[in-house]
Structure formats: structure tokens, C-alpha cells
């Protein structure tokens, strides 16, 4: 036995099955029915149970199932000596490209101001800017980033881009540390929060950095909602400093029926739909990440344990 799928999801079949399929001819156990746990080499996860991966003695390498792997990283009994990689898969990428041009023409064509208006009955026409007067900065320019980028540039959008490491695109201003963040900030009329959830992105959009968007800029979150200060998103909303919170992610999971953005207003809640894994396509890329395993040769989705993605 090789390969073991440790998974705590609704769509275990789902998996079982897509997993075969890209692995024709192996046996793939799946936990908690583990015959031989010194015979595993590759664990195949998605929300394992805290200390299943540390059980198994002979274990070499971790494929993620999700991208995101803030959860995985967050057990303490975590084999941080065995490499592990995240899913990058052109599925889910997509779907986070169709997730972001909506909420972002939903702010650029002031969807949230008219769906207000409805509501009281009022028919005003309200000027409209023009895409190219439009700056929309990206928070968390990997390849996520790139591709919401690429897709929002035709459209005739000025895009700024901000990581923590320097990059470089042929058409979008990049930047990068405490400096470049500012920067991007300041100018950013649509902020696109697609940030990994580690030590150093969590609360980072803070009273302070929300204070510096331009008024009545809208922020957009589809990356992890430990990135913003709640209150202080909500104390910025109030004032009337930032126009609309359209929000995929948050830092409790579901929402708690009482909290405040369910009845604010200018808050667009979403229940983490933005970019869905499809078991499908997610397989195929494992089963690729396995067989470059395999054959000794570089692995790009490796997850960087001490920067946390």
C-alpha cells in the first residue's frame, strides 16, 4: 500500500471514486482503514483528523486537496518534515476568475447603491465611471492573482498587484512589503482580498490600512477571512468610509446567525462559494503532483511550511 485518502468532507464517495479513476491500478485505502500503516507513502488529505498524519511512520509526502492549508498547518502534530503540497488545479482557478469579475462589476456598475434604492422605492440615475477610471488593487499576487488580473484588464481596468515577495507583470503595477502595501491602498478604488490565512496576514486589514482606501472604495474578499478586522470593517462601513463589504469568507465558519454583516446594508455575504474544489479536475491534478513525486522532479505547489502557503 502506497496511497492513503484522509478525508473528514460530505463528498468522501465522490473522492473515492474520481481518485481510482486517476489512479489506475493502485489500491487507495481510505482512513480510518489503514491495514498496514507503515506501508503508506502518500497521504491524500482534506481536513484529517488531528494526529492521523503523525501515525504513520514511513509517510513521504502530503497532497492537500483544498489550496487552502491554513487547517492542516494549524495541528500542532503535523509532520512538518514531510513535504506538502497544496492544490493548484486550472478548475478552481477558473471558478475563482468568474467569482471575482462578478463582485467586481457588481461594485464598478454600483449594483449594491441600486439594489439600495429598490428598496426604497427611489429612481435615480447614478453617474456611472468608466472601467479606466477604475484602480483595483489585489492582495496576494500568486497565481490566483495573475489570473483575476488577466481577466479584469481587458475589461479596461487599472490593476495594481501586492505580495509579500516582488513580482513582476508585463501589465500591472506590482508590489511588494509594508511600503508597496501602502501604496496599493491608497489608490485602490476596488480592494480584492485574496490573501492566504498565515501570521502574517491575519488582520491585516486593519482601522488603520481601511482608513487609507480612498473613500468610498469597496472591499472584496475571497481569500481568508482572518485578513480583516471585523470591527473595524464594520466601524469603516458605518462611517460611510468604505462603500460595500462584498464577503466570501470569514473568520468563524458558517457566519453566526448574529453577527452583524447578515443585517448590514452594505455587506454582501456569500457562504464560501467563490472557488469550489471539483473533485473531478482536483484528481487529475493530484494524481499529476504524485507521478512528479515519483519521479523526482520539482513540485511548484509545494507549500512553504514557515511562510504557511
Known sequence: MSLLLCAQVDNLGQWQSELATAFPGETIHVWPE????????????????????????????????????DRLLADPTLPRQIPLTRLIDPQLTASMVESVLLHVLTAHRQVPRYRLQQARAEWTQLDQPGAADRTIGILGFGELGRACAEALLPLGFRVLGWGRSARTHPQVECAHGATGLARVLARADILLC??????????????????????????????????????????????GRIETAILDVFQTEPLPPGHRYWRHERVWVYPHVAAETDARSAALTVADTVRRFRAGEPLPERVDIAQGY
Open 34 to 69: 489503514v491495514p498496514d500503516a507503515a506501508a503508506v507513502r502518500i497521504a491524500l488529505v482534506a481536513k484529517p483528523p488531528a494526529g492521523a498524519l503523525a501515525s504513520l511512520p514511513n509517510l513521504e509526502l502530503i497532497c492537500s486537496l483544498w489550496a487552502g492549508v
Open 194 to 239: 485574496l490573501l492566504p490565512n498565515t501570521n502574517e496576514t491575519r488582520g491585516l486589514l486593519d482601522a488603520a490600512r481601511l482608513a487609507s482606501l480612498p473613500a468610498g472604495a469597496t472591499v472584496i474578499n475571497v481569500g481568508r477571512g482572518a485578513a480583516i478586522d471585523d470591527a473595524a470593517l464594520l466601524a469603516a462601513l458605518d462611517a
